[in-house]
């Protein structure tokens, strides 16, 4: 098959149009390097790194330079994460502030000024109840204030819909978006989330902070020349930024950068965290001046469990675990249901407006979430008494809600039901809401599920104690409420540590932290077994190119499987300006392999050409210059002949190669961890066919679609995964394929 | 000069002895490759990676095995981490012990039982004191303590010495050390420990914990198949390990995960993050179970700060982060000149034997310690004492060593300087105990010697606090001790967040976070000012290869720059078994590229050879088969001939490949993330040169030297780092080049 395929290839290529230059290699009818995802454009981490020390060395690297501007370059490393913090953290106090304003503008309003909450209005403050309708007001101020924040989504910036951490995720993969991170998708988060969570919808400001420290960063990064030419630094910062968004969000500094490096980011080298950490850092700080939650601490739930807990409480926690990984799966299986119901061009959304259909979801929210007192004020609240110990004597103990009994827990069966009832309402709730057109987090929810589901085991685990004669443990409902909550959010977003980080931040509770990481581990592997996480799920859906761990198993297929070998390839042959540009204007690739003369039959690779760059300098080249016109020869190897154009300078000749019997495991990783766009496949020493980051995603994803096949994964959300909607217009099987047919 | 040297190769090797196939490329003199690193073998992931899965693809992967033997393969995945876990934890539990059984052993007796501590003895206890002879007593029983730990690891284990924390780092950086993880170093450092940390040696027992920790990993895997012949199964494991060394020495499962990822892992994939959770998991359990503490609780440290400091507070911090850069900086200068100084074979080490040396300053320690009350217990009671805070009513608070007047802190100048000369003894004790010949960790002294310092600036900060009028802010010396003691680790190790969680761990002190992270920040930016950290200067002094992370800066060179040009290749034309036999056994390398036909001048690379495996299979072969002699001829590529002996099973044909202009930068990004051994050159599809990793190392170790000459950095440590010594026997310019000569 060697021989025969080296052959072929030869023969036909010497066929082929002998007037364009750019040659065309193997006659197969699909060009697969023009894949689905040919309208997101690829970022590679070598290039950029090579034109950032380029550029650096004639500014700070550079002696000559003044001590001030190499000072200033260095400064600005500094000051940009430094000043995403600062602004996502004045962000996040906004937020919640308007949160509490809407919140409770829900239950009654302040006659003397609208602006202020029940808390600060003190008496004036009027209740809806005593003027007879509050459940009509409650489900009518949340739909009024769930209308603005769709409206601005609608007409204003629809990539500030849900949480935004997908698309983060796709970028910091190394792919562009547009209009994701701009500042009118910033602005109208930053507003619209305030709306949408305020409302009482079962969402969480926690991930959209994530986003809009990723749209700072992006906004920032277009001020400072060394960020907005490069992509792989603005990359850096926004691993950077997705720290502090974390950090303001759940007043977490160390699990933000945790996040960031767990979840989030592709590239994490030690440079990036410690700036990580900085920004981080800041933005803990500047949340602790604005002082949003009025405690002067940035914990959010402060509890007081001072005593590990017992061995045998352990069995508690690991039921909680199990359920956890449950409830995640089903969670990500049916929402990701629902999110493919209500894409463009379904049945649904033909019928309903996506306003109309949000509208819907929060009149759902208000009238199931009113009557129970769980469900009706703000999460948050509820979560922090859930969490809380009834023995807890100190001042700042917040309303227990019922949930205590003086000084001891309830444990009475009305209590279990109504907390179940309220956890269940909730998740069904958010399974509806991540993903419709409101901006959305999904932490506080879970959290929420899983801290009622934590909390009434907690209340077994107390009779069954109880009932134990001479039993010296002290069961905690809170305690298993938290673990509950722990074990939730890692079934839906299956993180481990980060999570394990974020909950003791959250919490205080460092001698839950064993619990917690049994709990994390736990429902990660029962969720892994039935679904990915929630955020790969959607990546998925949303039909984003994002490249994934490798797999264990990847051994089997090697990179001839997934190379596309029907190039077009320049070569070095004697060809003029005029020609060459004709070939650059007629192709529809972003560059072009260049080899050693595809007349003689030698595909030794020279390197790769970037068309734009090169296209670019041609035509500024003709225009300009009296010496070259379109007649003028070409040259790409370094000893120009005397009246050629030297073009060597565009050829990158370190582009990597492999050869085709290279194990897809290998491919795989060196896409992912060397962040580049392209790779050659050669054999004896010559070109047969090239691999770029998009197409491998698209064939990785078929060869894993391919042996999902059959086993349960593909029952559960394979179906709805089978073939991803592109949101960007065009339809995958549109445009780009008829025009590279030969 | 590129055709230049395309055609010397080209002569040079026809004429080069052509009965031998091993053909030489460039004559030029020193085969790089063998690089004074030869003693070390090099790991390579992708082909453990390999082997790994066709290994578990006969078993676990294999639908044909039975459910239960599928079931024990993925069930030893976990038990090993828990194991590791387990062991470790009992291991720190007993060094727990007998620490403070040697340590009570140097103010007294009991004279009804030798193994109990003073608290255990109660009333019987008999005091040295009481027989006249305390100082004596105290510099006698140190000393014979010490004795016995210099002894087992001069006598039983020479590995077991220091924290091993360098060799862990190397080891997981993809080189094979011998005997230091090896069961006789495990018992000798678990036993020596005890006796040097119990004799009041300025030394802490959490490094070489970790270094247990690995130790397990490496006995517990030699008794599985899967890890045994896998070096980089173990490497995972190692890791794993790591993760739970930390979590035993601080209780702090999280800072364990953290630790190995940012200071001591290569390679950490997700995949090992969660074992290394679950291996920490356990191990905190583990650990709570045995209570070595006694307080039921983990935190070594147990402080109550509810409250996060003023803002103003804030430039106590910076000014301990600025001195624990500097007094790290300082520290590292020194310990490495005192480490250089007693070398193999210096001036010090000819004169003074290693036991000796131990018991001279075991003698100056404890002679120093006694009269000062904070520097004459264990390190980590005053400790204690140093962190909490003086208001504290609880019952667990610790003895606050004359810290206190009453509920107030003491801010008499005599205590200032009590605590600052205790500060500065711990500093010079310690910088002459790390790297001596017994095992001995650094965190703790560091951790004690920031405590007095950051102790001190509190009480000026207190003092200064009290004549400010109207001040609102209530300064607590113990949480600037807690801060500078970050800040001293910080810059002596230059970790950053997984220090910022240990010390968060150690003291319960969430509300501390950002001051940790500023001061760690702070003190990491100005010891990288100065120097490296200490285990990075190690790593160096004792000679060991590792792969540091990429500089910035490493763009002006290329591949071309660090290749080995002198190569022994094979090539694929007609030889007999014997004829290649005899190539195999007279060559110094590891393996060969082979190449097409170096006859023909043909050096397109087929792929590269394995020494050891094909000389055994040959060997085999010629044995046992009548159908192979000496004279059967052999075929590297796949269409074997007739009478062949098809050898193309042997060849790699994947290996990487690069073009010399590839920046170093990208060369060094390959070998450290992909975790490969070697890279070989091309040119124009054409074999030019091979880089391996160790020979990598050295060149960048060169190219750096020169570089950094005439800067601070060599002037301050460069000078001790320029010539690392190998402890392995052989001086670098020994046996090896000689072998190569032509």
Chains 1, 2 share one sequence.
């Not at 300098?617 to 050629?644: I, M, N």
């Not at 050669?682 to 770029?692: A, F, H, R, W, Y």
């Amino acid at each position: 098959m060697d021989g025969e395929q080296h052959q072929r290839l030869g023969s036909k290529r010497a066929k082929t149009m002998p007037e364009i230059k750019a040659t065309r290699l193997s006659g197969s009818a699909r060009k697969k390097s023009l894949s689905k995802w040919s309208s997101y454009s690829t970022v590679s981490w070598r290039i950029d790194a090579k034109k950032d020390y380029h550029y650096t060395l004639h500014t700070s690297l550079s002696q000559e330079s003044h001590w001030c501007l190499r000072g200033w370059y260095e400064f600005q490393r500094w000051l940009l994460p430094a000043l995403i913090g600062i602004l996502t953290a004045t962000c996040g106090a906004f937020i919640e502030r308007s949160v509490e304003l809407y919140g409770s503008l829900r239950f009654g309003y302040c006659p003397t000024n609208y602006l202020l909450t029940e808390e600060k209005c003190g008496g004036a403050w009027i209740r809806h109840a005593e003027q007879g309708q509050p459940y009509t007001m409650y489900v009518g101020v949340s739909c009024g204030l769930v209308l603005v924040a769709a409206l601005l989504v609608r007409f204003v910036a629809p990539c500030a819909r849900g949480s935004g951490i997908p698309e983060v995720k796709t970028i910091l993969g190394g792919f562009t978006l547009d209009g994701v991170l701009s500042f009118k998708t910033l602005v109208t988060k930053i507003v619209g989330l305030g709306f949408s969570v305020g409302a009482g919808l079962s969402c969480g400001k926690e991930g959209p902070l994530v986003h809009i420290a990723c749209c700072w960063s992006n906004c920032l990064s277009a001020l400072a020349p060394r960020w907005r030419t490069n992509e792989a630094k603005r990359r850096e910062l926004l691993s950077t930024a997705a720290a502090a968004g974390v950090s303001v969000a759940f007043g977490a500094p160390l699990g933000g950068v945790l996040f960031s490096f767990e979840e989030v980011s592709t590239m994490f080298p030690s440079r990036t965290m410690v700036l990580a950490f900085f920004a981080a850092s800041v933005a803990a700080l500047t949340l602790d001046w604005w002082n949003p939650t009025g405690t002067g601490k940035l914990t959010l739930f402060q509890t007081a469990y001072n005593t590990p807990p017992a061995y045998a409480e352990y069995i508690g926690f690991i039921i909680l675990g199990i359920f956890g990984g449950l409830i995640g799966a089903v969670f990500v299986h049916y929402n990701i249901m629902v999110c493919a119901g209500r894409r463009k061009g379904t049945w649904w959304r033909n019928r309903v407006p996506e306003v109309f259909e949000v509208l819907l979801i929060c009149f759902f929210t208000a009238v199931t979430s009113f009557p129970n007192r769980y469900t009706c004020v703000l999460s948050s609240a509820t979560i922090r008494s859930l969490f809380h110990a009834c023995y807890d004597a100190s001042p700042s103990k917040p309303n227990m809600m019922g949930l205590c009994d003086g000084m001891e827990p309830r444990t009475d069966l009305a209590l279990s039901a109504s907390l179940l009832l309220a956890g269940l309402l909730r998740f069904v709730q958010m399974t509806f809401t991540f993903g419709a057109g409101v901006p959305a987090g999904l932490f506080v929810p879970c959290l929420f599920t899983g801290a009622c589901l934590g909390r009434v085991v907690g209340l077994v685990a107390h009779s069954v104690n109880a009932m134990i004669p001479g039993s010296t443990i002290v069961v905690n409902p809170g305690v298993y409420a938290m673990v509950g909550a722990a074990s939730v959010l890692g079934g839906v977003c299956r993180v481990t540590i980060s999570l394990v980080v974020i909950m003791f931040e959250l919490t205080d509770g460092l001698q839950m932290v064993v619990p917690f990481m049994c709990a994390c581990l736990i429902a990660k592997f029962v969720g892994d077994y039935f679904t990915a996480g929630i955020y790969d799920c959607a990546i998925r859906l949303r039909g984003y190119p994002y490249l994934h761990e490798p797999d264990e198993c990847a051994f089997h297929k090697s990179a001839e499987d997934v190379m596309d070998e029907d190039l077009e390839v320049l070569d070095c042959e004697e060809q003029t300006i005029g020609e060459l540009l004709q070939t650059l204007r007629e192709t529809v690739f972003s560059g072009f392999p260049l080899v050693r003369s595809a007349r003689l039959r030698n595909r030794t690779l020279i390197g790769y050409i970037h068309k734009n760059q090169l296209l670019q300098h041609l035509e500024d080249k003709v225009k300009t210059s009296q010496l070259v016109s379109e007649g003028t020869r070409v040259s790409f190897r370094p000893p120009a002949g005397s009246h050629a154009e030297d073009l060597s300078g565009f050829v990158d000749s370190t582009v990597y190669r492999v050869v085709k019997e290279m194990p897809l495991k290998e491919v795989h990783e060196m896409f992912r961890k060397l962040g580049i766009k392209l790779i050659m496949v050669e054999e004896d020493g010559q070109l047969v066919g090239m691999i770029t980051k998009k197409s491998f995603i698209d064939h990785v994803d078929e060869i894993e679609r391919a042996e999902v096949e059959g086993t349960l994964e593909r029952d559960f959300t394979g179906t709805f995964l089978q073939e991803p909607l592109l949101e960007k217009g065009e339809s995958p099987s549109g445009k780009s394929p008829s025009r590279m047919s030969p």
